[in-house]
């Protein structure tokens, strides 16, 4: 089977299904990510001095994330990094890509998972539309002048969920999961500083941050997917909400359920 992960940022795949990711394409499906924007604002390292020269690292970043999974074609939008809203110029490109790639499902993230970033919400919205609509000839047909086919897509796999409904045992591929998300050094860098500077301001500090942040991640990332499993009697997992578009979401439970 194919798969499209649409991505608001270039460190997003790894952290919510960079286990499920890697356990796909073991079992043979192949796996694209379409990128929205570059994250090019994500750093307080003052030496990034123009978003331009974070972007093109974050790039590297996701290229190197993505061959250590075995995510089989990267495009990036470039979009600006925390200005994405739900509009219509954003559904037609990601219209276009789900008809490039012909996925039958699509993983993005939750837009209804109480998160502050905008660029979250908006695509996780956006996703869900671009996909329920992709098959329709008379949808932006001037995809179909250019050559392109309608695509059908039959379920949505939203990540960073509240309320999860599927969850992929990745106890085989913790591994993989973790030298993708240290691969992106300039994120982690970022997370350490602005970790160690909001605890700053409650008066607080953490042992966390004394050491580079990269060497507790292993230890970290392994025990949130523990807790993941726990929920549903694995050793290790990545939860997910799975929804089935148009009629499949309503037949669900009489075709025996929808998994990723
Ligand atoms: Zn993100």
Redesign the pocket.
Known sequence: MRYLVV???P??LPFFCGGTVAKLISEGHEVHTLVVTD?EQGTLNLSYDKDDKLAAVMRAEEQAACKTLGVKNIKFLGLKNHFLEPTHELREKIVRRVREIQPAAVFT?DPWNFDE?P??RAVGQVVLEACSFAHFHLFHPEHLEEGLSTAMVAKVILGKTPSPNSYVDISGFIDKKIEAILCYKSQIELMQMEGAARLKVLGKSSPIFDNPLDQAIPASVTQIAEEEGQKAGLPMAEAFHVRGLGILENIKDLIGGLSV
């Open positions: 991505e608001p940022h460190d997003d994250g993230i970033n660029d979250h």
